[in-house]
């Protein structure tokens, strides 16, 4: 059965076949010829993959992001980066870095989070005399800090499939998430170095303040979803609930940019992607009890673990196999297809399931920003008018500098468990 299930899988992806669609027919396919257990079966399981209230974070995460994206919050957050970090070498690409941090705390989206800042960003860049390729490459890598700063819809999902905690995970993104930024930055400044880009005018105190006052709300949201969760006031998916109303207050009473009729354009967004996820949940779902029905999970654990039982080395075979998969495959699908194979081998290992989830997540984030299917690429071809070819090879250094926080990650785990372990107890 599970050479049909994996071939079948990979002649419809191949054939362009929808991802949710392929696991969906490739486990009815598998289903069909070599077992005879009623096709009732796979109807429940789908039906269980979606029954959780953790996964009702999903929807009003999406939600909350959409609405501060409609009510004027990037253009808030790149006055407040240009701020802090537009009077470097390479001010704007800074200050494009930083405002995706900001909105990455707020969306929960690396294309999201790219979409709202390179609107925002990539024509003052080019203004300024940035290649066209530099402006994308930079926009589309900083907004895969959407998918690690929580709150991160793809650490919900982790915690779904793996029963990991997500408040914890939300909390072991903080530090590789500010490591993450601090990195891109740093290539952000080689390049610009390199190339002659110069700094912004540094701001004054009144206008410092003035942004801060501006943006405040915005930034008060992942305080509030993160205080709430580590206060014990709500669980992560209630948090997700607070921060819609919050959204919707700050965005129609205080920012007054979102109209009553801007709402049913953010719900039918938010519809549509949430569709999209479920249907993905569920069919993955389907296709993971196969493979555990086949002793795959524990076929690869064995194997990995006669191969070595260093932890550091687990991972790094892990991650690379991540980095793989990163490059054709969503990084949402990665996380249902892959988390439950690779879960049972680094509990046999004794690695922290909140750590291994940030590491995951932080390693699928590169698969953001590498063809055939980075989604932050070409949401960046798209606002950026430039080809996918001139971009991905102008996205090297931060695929490099990205690399280099996944390894220190693996030999520093302590970067991600400082933090839940000392406010989580």
């Not at 253009?75 to 970090?85: D, I």
């Not at 024509?123 to 800090?145: D, E, H, L």
Request: proline fraction near 5%; include cysteine.
């Amino acid at each position: 059965m599970g050479t049909t299930l994996f071939l079948s899988f990979f002649v419809l992806v191949v054939l362009g076949v929808p991802i949710a669609v392929a696991l969906g027919l490739s486990s009815l396919v598998a289903l069909l010829l070599h077992s005879h257990v009623p096709l009732m079966v796979l109807v429940q399981k789908a039906y269980g993959g979606v029954d959780s209230f953790t996964l009702m974070a999903i929807p009003f995460f999406i939600l909350a992001g959409n609405i501060m994206s409609t009510g004027g919050v990037s253009a808030r957050l790149v006055n407040l980066a240009s701020c802090f970090f537009g009077r470097f070498t390479g001010g704007l690409a800074h200050v494009a870095t930083a405002a995706c941090t900001f909105f990455g705390a707020i969306s929960g989206s690396a294309p999201a989070t790219t979409a709202a800042i390179g609107s925002v960003m990539i024509g003052p860049m080019r203004q300024k005399g940035y290649s066209k390729p530099f402006s994308a490459a930079c926009v589309a890598a900083s907004g895969t800090i959407g998918l690690l700063i929580p709150p991160s819809i793809t650490m919900v999902l982790y915690g779904v499939v793996t029963g990991a905690s997500v408040g914890k995970l939300f909390l072991g993104g903080v530090v590789p998430g500010l490591l993450m930024s601090a990195a891109l930055m740093a290539a952000n400044y080689v390049v610009a170095k390199r190339n002659g880009y110069g700094s912004e005018a540094k701001v004054g105190v009144a206008q410092t303040f003035k942004a801060v006052k501006d943006s405040s709300l915005a930034l008060l949201m992942p305080l509030i979803i993160l205080g709430g969760i580590y206060g014990g006031v709500f669980t992560p998916t209630e948090a997700a609930v607070v921060a819609v109303a919050y959204g919707l207050f700050v965005g129609m009473f205080i920012y007054r940019q979102l109209k009553v009729k801007d709402v049913w354009n953010v719900l039918q967004a938010t519809a549509k992607s949430t569709a999209i996820i479920m249907i993905l949940v569920a069919t993955a779902h389907c296709f993971s009890y196969l493979m555990a029905s086949e002793q795959i999970p524990q076929a690869l654990t064995d194997a990995l673990l006669g191969f070595s039982r260093d932890p550091e080395v687990l991972l790094i075979l892990i991650c690379f196999s991540l980095l793989v998969v990163g490059t054709f495959l969503d990084n949402a699908v990665a996380v249902v297809l892959m988390a439950p194979i690779f879960y049972p081998v680094i509990v046999s290992a004794g690695i922290d399931p909140v750590y291994f989830g940030v590491l995951l997540v932080l390693t699928l984030s590169i698969g953001q920003i590498t063809p055939p299917v980075g989604l932050c690429l070409f949401v960046a071809c798209n606002i950026g008018d430039v080809s996918i070819e001139k971009l991905s090879v102008a996205v090297v250094p931060y695929l490099l500098v990205l690399l280099v926080v996944m390894f220190i990650l693996i030999f520093f785990p302590d970067l991600v468990l400082f933090i839940p372990n000392h406010m989580m107890q």
